[in-house]
């Protein structure tokens, strides 16, 4: 039996990635579009924050250093993300039915890398931001065909 390469693993695979617009899951993303052409659709699970919209965020996201030469040499691959609104605190996630639906039978991998870093939080609210949302996104995750990484 001989092992596929990375690329060829990820080939027509879709991927749902929370932490997106953190340091991480920006290298992450653009990691993925850069080493595996052939990938499917990468959902990005984005909140609102500070008045700022889903969509908007990953255009501000797109600006940055880890997307330069994506931007530059394959600006096509940028078509393969599609950002899902949603917010890991939230049982469900907050998503819509059409969401959940479509990353339930689509979705073949799950990149949690969503994480609150602030180290001045309340115990309560730290529990919530990392251990609870974790749950959240691992019952998501068991809903759909996927490798958990």
Not at 45 to 59: H, M, N, S, T, V
Not at 72 to 86: A, D, S
């Amino acid at each position: 039996m001989t092992t596929k390469s990375i690329p060829e693993w990820f080939a027509s695979k879709s991927i749902l990635i929370t932490g997106s617009t953190g340091f991480m899951g920006k290298v992450l993303v653009s990691k993925l579009l850069l080493s595996c052409p052939d990938i499917g659709d990468i959902y990005l699970l984005i909140r609102k924050k500070k008045g700022c919209d889903p969509q908007a965020r990953l255009q501000l996201i797109l600006q940055q250093e880890p997307f330069r030469i994506l931007k530059e040499r394959y600006p096509e691959r940028l078509k393969k993300l599609v950002v899902v609104f949603g917010d890991i605190t939230d049982e469900g996630l907050a998503l819509n039915i059409a969401d959940k639906e479509r990353l339930i039978s689509t979705v073949s991998v799950v990149f949690h890398m969503a994480a609150n870093v602030r180290f001045d939080l309340p115990l309560k609210n730290a529990v919530k931001s990392n251990t609870v949302s974790t749950v959240n996104v691992i019952t998501l995750a068991k809903q759909v065909r996927l490798s958990v990484n």
